[in-house]
């Protein structure tokens, strides 16, 4: 997640969508790249799944609900931008508006997904830990 943010490359791979499939995007699809998030979020997600079952339950809610926060912000949010950017362009205050909100979910799924890892390793390995600590 953090190598897209530096090197930006959902918009690179929007880009290359453009080009190859030489076709124009709308509404909500605006930014083409979804297309391709949508499907492969689906296929992580049924991947997944019996990991994420099989972690106990404070930190598998923790989990879910981290990874919704940020696909609803790196997906969802962008969505919306995307819709906005075609509709009025993407300088207004309504565009800058959902970009804010977009970039806030994302950073606070992936910090909310940090302290459920931090609060398992406190609940389940700390004491695996504790020799190295000394």
Not at 34 to 49: K, R, S, Y
């Amino acid at each position: 997640m953090a190598a897209d943010e530096l090197l930006y490359f959902h918009e690179k791979l929007g880009l290359f969508l453009h080009e190859l499939i030489k076709c124009e995007s709308y509404g909500l699809f605006y930014y083409i790249w979804v297309n391709v998030a949508i499907p492969i979020v689906i296929l992580l997600e049924v991947f997944f799944t019996r990991f994420i079952w099989n972690l106990p339950g404070r930190t598998r809610i923790i989990f879910v609900v981290s990874g919704i926060v940020y696909l609803t912000g790196a997906v969802g949010f962008e969505m919306l931008g995307g819709w906005q950017a075609e509709k009025s362009g993407a300088l207004n205050l309504t565009y800058l508006l959902f970009e804010t909100i977009e970039e806030s979910l994302e950073m606070f799924g992936v910090i909310f997904f940090i302290y459920g890892l931090l609060d398992y390793i406190q609940t389940y390995c700390l004491d695996d830990f504790r020799p190295l600590l000394k």
